[in-house]
């Protein structure tokens, strides 16, 4: 298995663009999650699922978008990059009764 | 809403040393989390307790659940155990967790 991965793994965006953040997972988990990570603060959880076609917002969803239409992909989607975006994204995902997330290797993301 | 508090901030030991990583909460909690992000950036999930203690390996991770606090403690501590960890807790069934800021744990040889 190769668990979660994430694509990019860095990435330069110019104010306003806009970009998708890949994450897959292959253990059939029904939970998926998105995190951000500034320096010296906690992970904060951005959107997560519960299931295909189910999705609902965390603590910090504002400026992203998600969508769950397979169990294996949970696209993060950046519509107008701004600034205060820039951050280390992570996916994890949980499930098969274990409740212990596993995480991708990250998206170092900047906007300038 | 639920605070997190994690002490220390940062810990720097010397190989071999007993090592105490302390977390805190402030609401009642389903389960708390213990994880390591390792210095290239990578996460990995360590324990999940919700009561007593658990050990793996060198490591123990104890809950007081009346207390709202719980330790994570490394025996014979190594360089390779040079990593920040971090608290965590859940609350309900779908798992989303409140994080710590994590601890900057240092083993030097």
């Known amino acids: 298995n190769a668990g979660v991965t994430q694509t990019p793994k860095f990435r330069i965006l110019k104010i306003g663009q806009s970009m998708t953040l890949q994450c897959t997972q292959d253990?059939?988990?029904?939970?998926m999650y998105w995190y951000r990570q500034d320096p010296g603060m906690g992970l904060k959880l951005i959107y997560y699922s519960v299931g295909a076609g189910i999705t609902d917002k965390g603590e910090v969803p504002n400026g992203y978008n998600v969508s769950r239409s397979t169990t294996e992909d949970f696209p993060l989607r950046l519509e107008l990059a701004a600034p205060s975006q820039t951050s280390v994204y992570f996916c994890a995902s949980e499930g098969g009764g274990t409740d212990t997330q596993y995480f991708g290797p990250g998206t170092r993301l900047t906007v300038l | 809403k639920n605070e997190v508090e994690q002490s220390p901030q940062n810990l720097t030991a010397q190989e071999g040393e007993f090592i105490t990583i302390n977390c805190s909460y402030s609401v009642g909690i389903s389960a708390l989390h213990w994880l390591q992000q390792h210095p290239g950036g990578g996460i990995v999930s360590l324990f999940m307790l919700s009561s007593g203690k658990k050990k793996h390996g060198r490591l123990i991770a104890t809950i007081n659940i009346q207390e709202k606090h719980s330790s994570l403690h490394i025996t014979a501590s190594h360089p390779r155990d040079s990593a920040v960890y971090i608290c965590a807790t859940s609350r309900g069934s779908q798992g989303n967790l409140i994080f710590g800021k994590g601890t900057k744990l240092s083993v030097k040889p």
């Open positions: 253990m059939n988990h029904n939970y």
